[in-house]
């Protein structure tokens, strides 16, 4: 079983990432995560290449993410609410899904044939709405094949962080064994 994450949180050991590890626990198996605050991934520029043909014209580490899209059984979007959505440096990383949209609807062809699923993770240290955010996850998973399993939600980790929430750690779990029972 392998699995892929997309970590959009720019703190190494925050609530973010207190939920992708206690996922991971849960999980098992192969797992690579995308750091979109510290891997060499650099946004879409619009070049328009995969109009027409398969991939992507930039080459950087992505490149390796694609090849593990092909392979992988599960996908994860985690990421903390910023003004409603998902961080800016994880919407410039997931920028590059642009080759499966071009796939679908310009080529005309299935962009992933490989079925998975997997879920969203999403934090917020304050209060605010999450239907942005958890929608722009929602819609990305779905251009990599990908059925959600659900989406764990947790606010006001300000004042009570992740680790001493233990309902949200098991809300965590609960989802890890809903996409590996899929």
Known sequence: MKTLIFNGSPRKKGDTMEMVNTLCAELGGEIKIVNAYFDGIRPCVDCRWCFKNKGCAVKDDMQEIFQ???????????????????????LAVLSRLQTYFSARYIRKEEPVPKKKTGGILLTA???????????????????????????????????????????VLEEVRSLARAIKEA
């Open 68 to 90: 593990y899209i092909e392979e992988c059984d599960h996908v994860v979007i985690a990421s903390p609410i910023y003004f409603g959505e998902i961080t800016g440096m994880l």
């Open 125 to 167: 240290g304050s209060f605010g709405p999450r239907d942005k955010g958890e929608g722009t996850a929602q819609m990305l998973l779905e251009q990599l094949s990908c059925v959600s399993k659900g989406t764990v939600y947790v606010d006001h980790t300000d004042k009570t962080p992740v680790k001493e929430q233990e309902n």
